[in-house]
């Protein structure tokens, strides 16, 4: 079966993608940032997951304030980059899993989660930002290491989900992942935040003890930040900290205890605070075991998978 074995939170912040994109890592702004990576991208190179499944939010790239559903979730066999602003960034389109991503819609829509279902979707920053500093910088005509099941969430525009329907969405996808019949190692992405207020008179608020505390909670007690109100985000993370609801999903989606593997935090980039954690199953043991059982070595079930989507898009 498909297992899920650890969540990974992780700002998404554009201006580290136009640092990335435009050679300036080396810089010593933007290395406080990169060097807080390194350790987390060898953590990815070894745990080598056949799937990640990224909850981010859309920043008017794939849906304008003509359309914005709560949670999206892409079942394409490829998304292509598009991004506000500067337009797309110079990265690898990102492939789907469609065959993952079909059974976690129909198991998470019988479970009475409503999700609109992408068959066709762009990804923007949200998304490729994190993938970047999780998977390394990646040559725009190459591979991202992994395919990719995309959930957008509405943090842009009032209401979003509250930080409950997020966490009980991680646990209808869990259920929904050990569902699937294929050996499959699985990690969950919940980005966006921490705390970040983009414009008005607060515009540029960042709250470390507010961070410093959700991630403490994060790891050892996210029933509490479940019951977090909307206002209390705003309050004290800032408007755009709302996207913290979405590292909720990843948590939810995780074992009540947890082994935390990593953390990071630091303040700022651009106009928000960077923070990053690991998140492993206890269970991740025994799903190392059986993947030890299992006649087919890591790298073959990879290329499987990926035959299967290649297959799909044929
Ligand atoms: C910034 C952060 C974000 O999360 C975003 O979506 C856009 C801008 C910033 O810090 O500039
Ligand atoms: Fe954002």
Excluded at 105 to 115: G, K, M, P, R, T
Excluded at 204 to 222: A, E, H, T
């Amino acid at each position: 079966m498909a297992r899920i074995v650890a969540g990974i939170g992780s700002s998404h912040v554009p201006a580290i993608g136009a640092a990335l994109d435009n050679g300036k890592t080396e810089e010593p702004y933007w290395k406080r940032v990169f060097s807080g990576f390194e350790k987390s991208q060898a953590w990815m190179r070894e745990t080598k997951p056949d799937v990640a499944i990224i909850v981010y939010n859309d920043h008017a790239s794939a849906f304008s304030v003509e359309m914005i559903p709560t949670f999206a979730l892409g079942c394409a066999a490829e998304f292509p980059p598009a991004d506000e602003g500067w337009g797309p960034r110079p990265v690898p389109v990102v492939q789907g899993y469609p065959a993952l991503a079909s059974h976690i819609a129909q198991s998470v829509i019988l479970d009475e989660f409503d999700l609109t279902i992408c068959n066709k979707m762009e990804v923007d920053h949200g998304m490729t930002v994190p993938m970047n500093l999780l998977f390394g910088k990646v040559d725009k005509n190459s591979h991202w290491p992994c395919p990719v099941i995309p959930l957008a969430v509405n943090v842009v525009m009032y209401p979003p989900p509250t930080g409950h329907r997020c966490y009980m969405l991680g646990r209808a996808i869990r259920k929904a992942v050990e569902s699937y019949p294929e050996d499959l190692k699985v990690v969950i992405f919940g980005t966006g935040g921490l705390s970040h207020q983009i414009s008005g008179p607060r515009a540029g608020l960042i709250n470390s003890k507010w961070d410093k505390s959700f991630l403490d909670n994060l790891s050892k007690n996210p029933q509490k930040l479940a019951k977090i109100p909307h206002i209390d985000y705003m309050r004290e993370a800032g408007a755009e900290g709302i996207e913290m609801v979405m590292w909720l999903i990843m948590r939810g989606a995780l074992d009540d205890k947890v082994d935390e593997v990593y953390r990071f935090y630091t303040v700022p980039a651009s106009n928000t605070a960077v923070g990053h954690i690991i998140l492993a199953n206890r269970s991740r043991a025994g799903a190392r075991k059986s993947a030890a059982k299992s006649k087919r070595p890591a790298k073959v079930k990879r290329a499987a998978a990926q035959a299967k989507v290649d297959g799909l898009r044929g």
